[in-house]
C-alpha cells in the first residue's frame, strides 16, 4: 500500500484545514486508517483512527471535538478535517494504514508501531 498526504499549509489559529490521504496498491477497504503527528523535536504521536468500513472512530484527547476522520473507499482516501486549530497543532501530519482487526482501542489503534504503512507526511503550521 502507498499513502500519499496532501492538504497540509500554514493556518492561523482558530483556522481550519482538511488533509487527505490517497491510496494506491491495495483497496483501503480492509484496512484501519490512522493519522498521526510529529512536532519538531517530539515523537510522533497517533491523532485518529478510522475503522475499514466506517463503523468506528478513535481520537486523541487532545484533538477530539476539533478534528474529525473520515473515509470514502470507493475513492481509496482518507481525510482529516481540522477546525479550531491551535499552534500547538503545528507538526507534519502522516497517514498510516494497518490490516483491520478487532475493535479500535489502545495500544494496537495508537501505537506507532502498529502500523506497517505510512505516507511521507505533510506540514501543517498554525501561527498564533
Known amino acids: 500500500v502507498q499513502l500519499v498526504e496532501s492538504g497540509g499549509g500554514l493556518v492561523q489559529t482558530g483556522g481550519s484545514l482538511s488533509l487527505d490521504c490517497a491510496a494506491s496498491?491495495?483497496?483501503?477497504?480492509?484496512?484501519?486508517m490512522g493519522w498521526f503527528r510529529q512536532a519538531t523535536g517530539k515523537e510522533r504521536v497517533f491523532v485518529a483512527a478510522?475503522?475499514?468500513?466506517?463503523?468506528?472512530?478513535y481520537y486523541a484527547d487532545s484533538v477530539k471535538g476539533r478534528l474529525t476522520i473520515s473515509r470514502t473507499n470507493a475513492k481509496n482516501t482518507v481525510y482529516l478535517q481540522m477546525n479550531s486549530l491551535k499552534p500547538e497543532d503545528t507538526a507534519i501530519y502522516y497517514c498510516?494504514?494497518?490490516?483491520?482487526?478487532?475493535?479500535?482501542?489502545?495500544?494496537?489503534?495508537?501505537?506507532?508501531?502498529?502500523?506497517?504503512?505510512w505516507g511521507q507526511g505533510t506540514q501543517v503550521t498554525v501561527s498564533s
Open positions: 496498491g491495495r483497496a483501503l477497504s480492509t484496512y484501519v
Open positions: 498510516a494504514a494497518k490490516i483491520n482487526f478487532g475493535t479500535l482501542s489502545p495500544p494496537q489503534t495508537t501505537g506507532v508501531k502498529n502500523y506497517p504503512y
Open positions: 478510522i475503522s475499514a468500513f466506517c463503523t468506528n472512530t
